[in-house]
C-alpha cells in the first residue's frame, strides 16, 4: 500500500465520528470505535473489538499479512488487503477488503452485525441498540479455530472444543431427539429448520398425472406436505419458519433470503416429480430423490434442475448486476462450505423415505437449483414423488400419508442435527 493512500486512509478513519459500537460481556460494558471503511459503510478496529469482548489478536509468524482474531472458541483468520474470511478452513465473502493503517487492523462492520453472531458462541447483535452481546464471563485466551453456536435462533455447532484457557462452556452438546440441544449454563436452544413449499401462485408446477386419475397441481402438493412436515418437526422441538403458508409466489432467489434471515440451521425445499414425456412409459415413472446443490451430471438432474428453476418465467425482472461474474464466484464461495453437509442430509431423507414411500429409491443426487443458491447453510430439494404417476399422484394426496412422509422427513432432519453436533462437538 503506498504512503498517500495510507495517509488518506488515516485520514478518512481520523475525520469520521460515527457512533461508537457497545459491546456487552457480562456486566462489563466497552464502546469500540467506528469508522468510515475506505471501501464504502463502517469498520471498526480489529483489536479493540477483540479486547472489548475479551478475546485476542495473533499475528501469524508465517504470514505477516494475517491476522487471527479469537474469541473464546471462535477463530477468525483476516487478512489486510483480503475480502475474505478463514474460519475452521471454510471461506466466507466479506463486503470490503480488512485493511491495515499502521499497526491497526480495521475490519468491516458485517464482522459484528453477521460474522461473529453467525458463527460465534454465545454472540448476538442488537441492531436497533447498536449492542455486540456475549453471554458468558470472559477471560482473554487462545481459542482452536472453530464455528460456534450461534446465541441467535440459528445455532450451528462449534468445529472444535474449546482450549483450557477458555471460560466459555465446551462445545454444544448433541441435539436431543426433541431438537432442542441443552447448553452447559442450563438454557436451551431451539434448531431453526426452514420448509420451502415449492411453487405457488400462478406457478402451479406440474399437473398430473398421465391417463385417468384427479388432476393434481405440484404447488398444492407442496404446500400440504411443508404444513405437515412444520407440524412433525413442531412435536420435536424444532423451530420451523416456512417460505409460504398459502397459495402465493415466492422467487426462488428470495426463499434463500428468508432462509439467510431466519439463520436457520437448514433449508429444505419439497417439489414434485414429472416424468420426460420422451421417455418410453412416462406414466410408469416413480420414485423419490433428494438433491443438493452442485453442477449436474447427468441428463436426468439437468432435466430436474431446468423443469424447477423454470419457475423463474413468472417473477418479475431483476436488476442483471446481481448475477454479474464476481458476485456469483462470492456467492459459490460462501456456498461451498455446506455442500458435504448438505449431501449427508440428502442421504439421511433418502434412507428414511425409503421405509414409507410406496416407489423405488431414485437416490442422493446434485443439480443448480436456484432455489438452493441463496440458501447458506446445509440444503436440499427433495422430489418426494412422481406426480405424473397414478399411484404416486394418489399417495401424495392422501392426508395419512403425507402426515408418515413429513414424520419420516423430520425424523431424518433431527438425526441429521444430532449427528453433525456429535461429529465436531470435539
Known sequence: MSVLLSLSIA?????????????????????????????????????????????????DARRPRRTRFEVGTLGVDLEAGSALA????????LPVDVVRVGATLLVPMMVVTDLLPRLGSGLLYDAPRGELRRFSTTVAGTASAGRG????????????????????PAATPPVSPAGVSTPANGGTRQRVVVVDAGHG?????????????????????TLDAAKALRTALQARGVRVVMTRTTDTLIALSDRGRIANQARGDLFVSLHVNAANPRW???????????YFLAEAKTEDERRVEAMENEAIRFEAPVDASRDD??????RDMAQNEHLRESSRLAELIQAGMR???????????????????????PAVLVEIGFGTNRTEAAWMTSTEQVNRLAATLADAIVAYLAQYERKVGG
Do not use: W, Y
Not at 453456536?149 to 466459555?168: C, E, F, I
Open 86 to 93: 478463514i474460519v475452521a478452513n471454510d471461506t466466507v465473502p
Open 355 to 377: 421405509s414409507v414411500h410406496p416407489g423405488p429409491n431414485r437416490g442422493v443426487k446434485q443439480a443448480g437449483f436456484r432455489v438452493l443458491v441463496t440458501a447458506f447453510m
Open 280 to 290: 418410453k412409459n412416462p406414466g410408469g415413472a416413480r420414485g423419490f430423490e433428494t
Open 325 to 330: 461474474p464476481l458476485g456469483f464466484i462470492i
Open 201 to 221: 401462485g400462478p406457478d402451479r408446477g406440474m399437473s398430473g398425472p398421465i391417463g385417468a386419475g384427479p388432476r393434481i397441481f405440484e404447488k398444492n402438493v
Open 11 to 59: 485520514l478518512q478513519v481520523a475525520a469520521a465520528v460515527p457512533t461508537p459500537l457497545t459491546v456487552k460481556v457480562g456486566d462489563r460494558v466497552r464502546q469500540v470505535p467506528v469508522a468510515v471503511h475506505p471501501g464504502g459503510g463502517l469498520a471498526v478496529r480489529a483489536d479493540a473489538l477483540a479486547e472489548a469482548l475479551g478475546g485476542q489478536l495473533v499475528v
Open 149 to 168: 453456536a450461534a446465541a441467535s435462533p440459528r445455532a450451528t455447532p462449534p468445529r472444535s472444543a474449546p482450549s483450557p484457557a477458555a471460560t466459555l
